[in-house]
C-alpha cells in the first residue's frame, strides 16, 4: 500500500502558477501509474492528468493542455504538477492518485489509492 501527501497549493491570481507536489511513502512511487485529480465545490473530481511508471508518456484532460505539466522523480518518490496560466475555473482540490494499472486512464475508477487533497484557488 502507498501513503499519498499532497503539498503545493495556496491562492494565486489569474495568470499566476503553482507547482503541486504529490510524496508517496510505504511503497515506491515508481511502482503506480500517477494521476491528478480535482473537484471543484459542487462538482463531480475530474480528470486532470496522469503520467507513465518511467515518465515516458503523459495524458492531459484538454482544458489544462499547453497550461499544466504533470512529471515524476522516482528516486525523490515524489510527483508533481506545475500549473501556469491559472484560471479562476481552475479553482478546486486537486487530488494525486496511483494506479497498479498500466495503461494511462482518466478514469478515477481505475485508480486504486489516493491522498487527501490540497486546495487550489485562483481569485481574478
Known amino acids: 500500500q502507498v501513503i499519498l501527501v499532497e503539498s503545493g497549493g495556496g491562492l494565486v491570481q489569474a495568470g499566476g502558477s503553482l507547482r503541486l507536489s504529490c510524496a508517496a511513502s510505504?511503497?515506491?512511487?515508481?511502482?503506480?501509474?500517477m494521476g491528478w485529480f480535482r473537484q471543484a465545490p459542487g462538482k463531480e473530481r475530474e480528470f486532470v492528468s496522469a503520467?507513465?511508471?518511467?515518465?515516458?508518456?503523459?495524458y492531459y484532460v484538454d482544458f489544462v493542455k499547453g497550461r499544466f505539466t504533470i512529471s515524476r522523480d522516482n528516486a525523490k518518490n515524489t510527483v508533481y504538477l506545475q500549473m501556469n496560466s491559472l484560471k479562476p475555473e481552475d479553482t478546486a482540490v486537486y487530488y494525486c492518485?496511483?494506479?497498479?494499472?498500466?495503461?494511462?486512464?482518466?478514469?478515477?475508477?481505475?485508480?486504486?489509492?489516493w491522498g487527501q487533497g490540497t486546495q487550489v484557488t485562483v481569485s481574478s
Open positions: 492518485a496511483a494506479s497498479v494499472k498500466f495503461v494511462l486512464t482518466p478514469e478515477s475508477s481505475q485508480y486504486d489509492y
Open positions: 510505504g511503497r515506491t512511487v515508481s511502482s503506480y501509474l
Open positions: 503520467i507513465t511508471r518511467s515518465g515516458g508518456n503523459t
